[in-house]
T-cell receptor, first 113, second 111 residues
Framework: DVKVTQSSRYLVKRTGEKVFLECVQDMDHENMFWYRQDPGLGLRLIYFSYDVKMKEKGDIPEGYSVSREKKERFSLILESASTNQTSMYLC????????????FGPGTRLTVT | RKEVEQDPGPFNVPEGATVAFNCTYSNSASQSFFWYRQDCRKEPKLLMSVYSSGNEDGRFTAQLNRASQYISLLIRDSKLSDSATYLCVVIRRSNDYKLSFGAGTTVTVRA
């Protein structure tokens, strides 16, 4: 059974803190994605990675960075959290062909106060 | 203009009814299309891919209309368990890679 796990289901951080969100997949997928999901806006792509140490910006990369040191792990970093980054963050993975199905993790609900 | 647009609904239908809704996309170079289902407070999961010739999976039928740039999803004989938000995904893989999710259409099936 395919599995994508995220480090936390709920997270509360203060403005200005550095925040790490971790995602791990056990399917040997090449592609990994980070999205945020907000009411009325749907899922918006923040960053994706198609290989170890490779990354590409999505639609809303400002205020975020990512790290992929191992194939199975993709980290999203908020260098200095702000209240407008309060959101649901979803990680996904897929095979190299980017037109293939994405498997999502359960999400992390981040609240920045 | 948004890359992908969906009617947010909600579509409230009785059990056994047929419900259908569309997803329009703005870029004619889009190549791959999917419908995902997202239950309340859960992650999205693939429902079905959308092929050029249209395709069925049980009570679900997906169609692609390239001329008018939309995809559709039709649910026949609705079940209570079909209540969810349905997200369309459009992918363009020509010179650049662009993946866009719609904001979702909410369907509520009532007894």
């Amino acid at each position: 059974d395919v599995k994508v796990t995220q480090s936390s289901r709920y997270l509360v951080k203060r403005t200005g803190e550095k925040v790490f969100l971790e995602c791990v997949q056990d399917m040997d997928h090449e592609n990994m994605f980070w999205y945020r999901q907000d009411p009325g806006l749907g899922l918006r792509l923040i960053y994706f990675s198609y290989d170890v140490k490779m990354k590409e910006k999505g639609d809303i990369p400002e205020g975020y960075s990512v790290s992929r040191e191992k194939k199975e792990r993709f980290s999203l970093i908020l260098e200095s959290a702000s209240t407008n980054q309060t959101s649901m963050y979803l990680c996904a993975s897929s095979l190299l062909d980017r037109g293939r199905e994405q498997y999502f993790g359960p999400g992390t609900r981040l609240t920045v106060t | 203009r948004k890359e992908v647009e969906q009617d947010p609904g909600p579509f409230n239908v009785p059990e056994g009814a047929t419900v259908a809704f569309n997803c329009t996309y703005s870029n004619s170079a889009s190549q791959s299309f999917f419908w995902y289902r997202q239950d309340c407070r859960k992650e999205p999961k693939l429902l079905m891919s959308v092929y050029s010739s249209g395709n069925e999976d049980g009570r679900f039928t997906a169609q692609l209309n390239r001329a008018s740039q939309y995809i559709s999803l039709l649910i026949r004989d609705s079940k209570l368990s079909d209540s969810a938000t349905y997200l369309c995904v459009v992918i363009r893989r020509s010179n650049d890679y662009k993946l866009s999710f719609g904001a979702g259409t909410t369907v509520t099936v009532r007894a």
